[in-house]
């Protein structure tokens, strides 16, 4: 049972990363860019978890953790060079 | 049984809210209604996912793994920082300030505000008279 459902989440991860690519490359604002960017970050996060169940191991999340902490930083970047034309102040 | 219950029940919810999140980023019409789907549906996602995770590694592995607390933490913390300077740069770059719904005072919204305005307005005093006013 668990195998169907961890099918079905790779399947609904997945094809919300096609997506957020689709976003991506047709965005109306810069901001909905960015904002697609951060969500495909976040997919991918969940995507590695899935796959850390499915082979049992928990190195993947030592890759999940690294992918969240550069996603959030290259966010606050983005939105930071944005707002004010410079990162750090 | 029933843990294997739990495990597929939070693996499905999780990948039915992710799918939202991301169809909700293409779906919905204005940027600032875009910006809900994903900082709470696929937040929720993934915290589902990673739940989902702890349960197998605790009571089909028999292995505790607490990377997956750390992972939803990190990520519940992030999401709301992230959705407040995206909506920013929606207000900056897709809006007047004059567009925008009145403050109800006469300063204007705190993002339009400039620095010097605001340490102008708001010197130790008038902070003092500000909560003297509230507490009418």
């Given at each position: 049972m668990i195998g169907y459902a961890l099918t079905f989440a790779f399947g609904c991860f997945g094809l919300a990363l096609l997506l957020n690519i689709y976003r991506i490359v047709n965005a109306p604002t810069v901001g909905d860019r960015i904002l697609a960017l951060d969500t495909m970050v976040i997919n991918a996060i969940a995507l590695l978890a899935l796959f850390g169940i499915l082979e049992g191991?928990?190195?993947y999340f030592e890759a999940s953790m690294l992918i969240a902490m550069t996603g959030f930083i290259s966010t606050v970047s983005y939105t930071r060079y944005l707002l004010r034309g410079d990162i750090i102040e | 049984m029933i843990v294997d219950i739990l495990i597929s029940a939070s693996l499905v919810i999780s990948g039915i809210f992710g799918l939202v999140g991301s169809i909700g980023i293409i779906k919905l019409p204005d940027p600032m209604m875009r910006l809900h789907a994903p900082t709470k549906a696929t937040t929720l996602g993934v915290g589902g996912a990673l739940i989902a995770s702890m349960l197998y590694f605790e009571f089909v592995l028999g292995r505790f793994s607490f990377h997956e607390l750390m992972i939803t933490l990190f990520l519940f913390l992030t999401a709301p920082i992230t959705g407040h300077f995206i909506a920013k740069v929606h207000l900056h770059l897709?809006?007047?300030?004059?567009?925008?719904?009145?403050?109800?005072?006469?300063?204007?919204?705190a993002s339009y505000e400039s620095d010097a305005a605001r340490a102008a307005v708001e010197t130790p005093e008038s902070a003092v008279n500000e909560v003297a006013r509230k507490g009418e």
């Amino acid at each position: 049972m668990i195998g169907y459902a961890l099918t079905f989440a790779f399947g609904c991860f997945g094809l919300a990363l096609l997506l957020n690519i689709y976003r991506i490359v047709n965005a109306p604002t810069v901001g909905d860019r960015i904002l697609a960017l951060d969500t495909m970050v976040i997919n991918a996060i969940a995507l590695l978890a899935l796959f850390g169940i499915l082979e049992g191991t928990a190195v993947y999340f030592e890759a999940s953790m690294l992918i969240a902490m550069t996603g959030f930083i290259s966010t606050v970047s983005y939105t930071r060079y944005l707002l004010r034309g410079d990162i750090i102040e | 049984m029933i843990v294997d219950i739990l495990i597929s029940a939070s693996l499905v919810i999780s990948g039915i809210f992710g799918l939202v999140g991301s169809i909700g980023i293409i779906k919905l019409p204005d940027p600032m209604m875009r910006l809900h789907a994903p900082t709470k549906a696929t937040t929720l996602g993934v915290g589902g996912a990673l739940i989902a995770s702890m349960l197998y590694f605790e009571f089909v592995l028999g292995r505790f793994s607490f990377h997956e607390l750390m992972i939803t933490l990190f990520l519940f913390l992030t999401a709301p920082i992230t959705g407040h300077f995206i909506a920013k740069v929606h207000l900056h770059l897709g809006h007047k300030p004059e567009d925008l719904p009145p403050t109800g005072s006469d300063r204007p919204w705190a993002s339009y505000e400039s620095d010097a305005a605001r340490a102008a307005v708001e010197t130790p005093e008038s902070a003092v008279n500000e909560v003297a006013r509230k507490g009418e």
